[in-house]
């Protein structure tokens, strides 16, 4: 043999157009003996180890120095400089620890997720049975080459990319790979170059696995060249887009520099006018820099997130990066696969033909053998239908798929096996016939395994009355082994004017998106193995057929219109065929009438240009490969649309790192899935999805109720202290108190407003534009009445004791304590955008009832326990007073109540108008 090495795999990169003898020669292979063990080793140092690289994982110093990447935090930073060159390092010292909580909880959260689902990325299969020098051996699937030859059986994981070289029987388990949702029957013949992946029956790829058969195959592919190498190197070059939050986030930064800058350079103008010592306007200006800046915010939002991650895990939702919990909230696109996450992926019998015309439906989706067996069936009991019984049984008995349990922990008996033939199983059961019973008293003697090529298999069996061969396999195969059908118990000829009625009936049942199947015998026959179904020809006598499909999930439709409700289109996305997609979709509301279902043929067509036209009315996407699904997430990225990608095969690793929020299956979901995906479910339940972007949207919300919180009473408390200056009255606060209020005070109720509860309705809203500020129009209204509201009470006390010839000290104390009451009747304004604080209740916030209680007692303690006072500058003052601040301090209250009533009161009168 030869050992110069074999091209490389681009050279051919269409091996199912070529003969088995054309790629063994490419390869420079033998197919009796295989690769010499010193060629192997050769090749090894080649092409290398027959695996994926392990991706490069962030280091917890990585993680935790991503904390600080923020705007905010950098200003925070530059604040605390400025205050240790001014010698305030207790000041300094609180601001660092304030950021440095926020990067510890932030790298806390998103450290244990990343611990949950590390090192998930393997391959299929750890062991390969192959030939090299002319024997049989099992290596490591890290050692296969190109040129190996694999030998194959049902059970074994597939190593490596190969083409067939010869075979029986050979059905593959695909869906890992290609979306298909049963097995693939193999052929050995070359196919035409532009074949799609999912159609190459000639090939095997690494990642799937044998479920009937056997074959050798010569290995054309290893490592990142097989198509799951392709995959995963698609997926390492998508893109990861920002989170909206994170892109708000840094906008928001941007602004908030240039604000707080100038109004540092405005306080400190109007100080040095007023005549302020330089360094004690600079701690001022410095103070109210802090002010301006909102520091509880990234706490807050981390807090927020992590609440939203704590909840979703409570919902089987396990999310890898704390951000894409907000992502969710503001999704406007939900691209889905098929089969395993809008469908069971459980083949089930939905529609039984009789000869005699019967089309009876079968209700119980997946495998429930004790389904109910519906409309004419049960009207017809089997027991007493001689020809459903007989077609039951048939199914029952050419079948390989067998029943398992029950056992303590699986209380039911289930049936496992071919996913087509344990539909057939489930189906007898569920006409009362009992598959191991029926076998006993029809034991099997001989067979012809399923062979794709024939598209049907044959049993025999030993009956009282003979011997009986039973057939099963497509309904053009079985036809064409026809003399008769079974009608009234009796054998009726099959002329010309009866079988196209019987390919009408197979037709009008594939079109219904049905995998069609038809069932024969042939009494007093017996398998000829050299004959096969040849033999058969005109003795079959046809006893029905069955239509099955891979049913969606019971509580799938729900949450596609939950999904729509809250404004939010549901994609398919799958490499399953055009027909069935399309059918599914429609069962579940995906697509509607005027809806378009496209395949990759017809995407591939497609310009750039044309797809962004047309992807508005498309809602399926059927047989797409790898690539194509990431083109799809792109182009609704194009469109400024959020995108979250559902998938649990390899097929849709690209595509979860391109989207905004992947979204992985935990159940059925591949290793490469899981490591792209930024959430996994656990349940694989799509209704999971929903329930997910619900917690993202209160999570959203929340984070908003924070900023109006934040920048209401920051905003009330710069102007206080301009408007104090420009109308010639000392700084109302002193620069220490600015700080305890914006850390302290806010801090311990800032925290606890982002856990509120959901308010019910966030999945009647529309999503979240991406380009929505964290100011936007609406909250700056409600500013517009409570920044004034605390502006009037602080400011208007201040002064008017002043007047009243208070000592400055208790005037300032007294205002910065009525600052702080302010801020906790505000608090509860911020509580819901339209419903009554009094109405609401604490007890729904617990949290926030127990920081209210603390922010309390902080504030008594630093007015009224002198090592704090002396600290802070504060002096006691009387319970009268303390009285008369609790009323003034109500008013921010009263303004927002009042306003809440006029908007609930405009939205019923607009209510009752649409009624009308």
């Known amino acids: 043999m030869s050992t110069r090495p074999p091209p490389e795999r681009n050279e051919h990169r269409h091996w199912h157009a070529l003969h088995a003898a054309e790629a063994l020669a490419a390869v420079e292979s033998d ?93 299929a299969t750890h062991k390969a049975r192959l030939v090299r ?70 090939m095997v790829y690494a990642g799937t696995h044998v479920t009937a058969g056997r074959a050798r195959a010569v290995v054309v592919a290893t490592g990142l060249a097989t198509e799951i190498g392709h995959i995963a190197a698609l997926a390492e070059a998508a893109t990861e887009p920002k989170t909206p939050l994170e892109r708000r986030i840094a906008q928001f930064g941007r ?15 109007i100080g040095l006018l007023r005549g302020v010592p330089l360094g004690e306007i600079l701690m001022v200006g410095i103070s109210q820099l802090v002010g301006m800046i909102p520091e509880g915010l990234p706490v807050a939002m981390t807090i927020a997130l992590a609440v939203g991650v704590q909840r979703m895990a409570r919902r089987n939702a396990v999310v890898r990066r704390l951000a894409a919990v907000e992502t969710l909230g503001s999704t406007t696109v939900i691209c889905s696969d098929k089969t395993g996450t809008l469908t069971r992926n459980e083949m089930t019998v939905t529609a039984v033909y009789l000869p005699d015309g019967r089309e009876l439906s079968v209700t119980g989706a997946g495998y429930e053998p004790l389904g109910r067996f519906l409309d004419g069936v049960r009207e017809a009991d089997p027991a007493g239908d001689e020809e459903l019984r007989v077609l039951l049984e048939a199914g029952a008995l050419c079948n390989d798929a067998r ?71 497509a309904p053009e195969a079985v036809l064409e082994l026809c003399r008769a059908v079974r009608r009234n118990g009796a054998d009726e000829p099959l002329d010309e004017d009866a079988r196209p009625a019987m390919h009408a009936a197979a037709e009008r049942l594939a079109a219904g998106a049905l995998r069609v199947l038809a069932v024969a015998v ?50 398919l996305v799958t490499g399953d065929h055009k027909v069935t997609g399309h059918a599914i979709a429609k069962a579940l509301d995906i697509a509607r009438d005027g809806d378009v279902t496209v395949d990759g043929r017809e995407l591939e067509r497609m310009s750039d240009a044309e797809l962004a036209e047309r992807i508005e009315d498309i809602s399926v996407f059927a047989r797409v490969h790898p690539a194509q699904k990431l083109r799809i997430v ?135 534009a991406p380009d929505e500020p964290l100011l936007t129009r609406i909250l700056l209204t409600r500013m517009g009445f409570m920044v004034p509201a605390i502006v ?32 906790w009747f505000n608090v509860l304004n911020c509580r819901s955008e339209r419903k009554s604080a009094l109405t609401l209740g604490l007890l729904g916030n617990r949290w926030l009832l127990g920081g209210l209680v603390i922010g309390n007692l902080l504030q008594v303690a630093v007015v009224f326990w002198a090592p704090l006072a002396g600290v802070f500058h504060t002096v006691r003052f009387s319970l009268e007073e303390v009285a008369a601040l609790g009323i003034v301090g109500s008013l921010v209250l009263w303004v927002e109540e009042l306003r809440k009533l006029v908007v609930r009161r405009r939205a019923a009168r607009l209510t009752a108008g649409a009624a009308r």
Not at 255 to 269: D, E, K, Q, S, T
Not at 407 to 412: A, D, L, T
Not at 452 to 457: G, L
């Open 522 to 571: 042939v009494d007093g026959a017996e398998i000829d193995g050299r004959a096969g179904f040849a033999a058969f020809r005109g003795r079959a006598t046809l006893l029905g057929l069955v239509g099955q499909i891979d049913p969606p999930r019971p509580e799938a439709k729900d949450a596609v219109e939950r999904c729509r409700a809250a404004g939010i289109k549901p994609v």
């Open 133 to 202: 020098g002319g024997r049989q051996r099992i290596v490591a699937a890290g050692e296969v080459v190109p040129g190996d030859v694999l030998l194959l059986e049902a059970g074994d994981a597939i190593a490596a990319d190969a083409r067939l070289l010869d075979g029986a029987a050979l059905q593959i388990a695909e869906a890992a790979l290609t979306g298909e949702s049963v097995p693939v029957g193999k052929h050995l013949l070359p196919l035409a170059p532009d074949t799609p992946l999912a159609d190459r029956r000639n």
């Open 31 to 123: 197919a009796a003996s295989g690769l010499s063990p010193e060629e192997s080793r050769r090749r090894l140092e080649r092409f290398g180890r027959n695996a994926l690289p392990e991706p490069e994982r962030r280091s917890l110093s990585s993680v935790f120095l991503g904390q600080f990447k923020s705007p905010l935090i950098y200003l925070l930073l530059v604040a605390a400089v400025i205050a240790v060159a001014l010698g305030h390092a207790s000041d300094a010292a609180v601001i660092f620890i304030v950021v440095l909580l926020n990067a510890l909880i932030g790298a806390f959260q998103e450290g244990r997720a990343e611990r949950a689902l590390e090192a998930l990325r393997k391959l």
């Open 792 to 823: 009037a009470s602080t400011l208007g006390w201040f002064i008017a004791r002043i007047a009243e010839g208070v000592p400055e000290a208790q005037v300032r104390t007294e205002t910065f304590t009525l600052l702080a009451i302010c801020e």
């Open 634 to 768: 792109d182009a609704y990225q194009r469109r400024d649309e959020v995108v979250a990608m559902t998938g649990d095969g390899v097929n849709d690793a690209p595509a979860l790192v391109q989207a905004d929020v992947g979204v992985a299956m935990g159940v059925t979901g591949t290793e490469v899935a899981k490591e792209a995906a930024k959430i996994v479910i656990a349940d694989d339940n799509f209704a999971t999805i929903v329930a997910a972007v619900e917690e993202g949207r209160v999570v959203y919300r929340n984070i908003k109720k924070t900023v109006l919180f934040l920048f209401s009473t920051s905003a009330a408390e710069v102007l206080v202290l301009v408007l104090a200056m420009l109308l010639g009255y000392p700084p109302p606060f002193a620069a220490v108190q600015i700080l305890w209020n914006n850390l302290v005070t806010e801090g311990v109720i800032t925290v606890n407003l982002v856990m509120e509860p959901p308010e019910g309705d966030e999945m009647r809203q529309r999503p979240i």
């Open 403 to 473: 029943l398992q349990g029950p056992e303590q922990v699986e209380p039911r008996w289930k049936p496992i096996g071919d996913p087509t033939e344990v539909a057939l199983l489930t189906l007898a059961i569920k006409g009362g016939v009992v598959p191991e019973e029926l076998r006993v008293r029809y034991p099997r003697r001989a067979e012809i395994p399923f062979d794709p090529a024939a598209k049907m298999m044959a049993t025999q069996h030993e009956t009282p009355q003979g011997t009986r061969v039973v057939l099963k396999g």
């Open 255 to 269: 602004w908030i520099i240039f604000a707080a800058a100038g109004m540092f350079l405005l306080v400190n103008a």
